[in-house]
């Protein structure tokens, strides 16, 4: 993973599914809370972590480059 801009695509997609998946959890009554939003949680986390490792990068190679 030595690429910052595909490290923030991935993280933008994954936040884009973070949203929609919880928008549809909480839209749609038969998913039981207990269930919806660890797995929102999860995936807000995959998101997170992906976008802060895509500034770590960006940072990193910054310095690598002066």
Same mark, same amino acid.
Request: charged share 10%.
């Given at each position: 993973?030595?690429?910052?801009?595909?490290?923030?695509? +991935? &993280?933008?997609?994954?936040? !884009?599914? =973070?949203?929609?998946?919880?928008? %549809? %959890?909480?839209?749609? &009554?038969?998913?039981?809370? @207990? !269930? =919806?939003?660890?797995? @929102?949680?999860?995936? %807000? &986390? !995959?998101? !997170? &972590?992906?976008?802060?490792?895509?500034?770590? +990068?960006?940072?990193?190679? @910054?310095?690598?480059?002066?």
């Amino acid at each position: 993973m030595r690429l910052p801009n595909l490290t923030l695509t +991935l &993280g933008c997609i994954a936040l !884009i599914v =973070a949203n929609v998946t919880q928008y %549809f %959890f909480t839209r749609n &009554g038969t998913v039981p809370e @207990s !269930i =919806a939003d660890p797995v @929102s949680g999860f995936l %807000f &986390g !995959i998101a !997170i &972590g992906t976008l802060l490792l895509s500034i770590v +990068l960006r940072k990193h190679r @910054s310095r690598c480059a002066s």
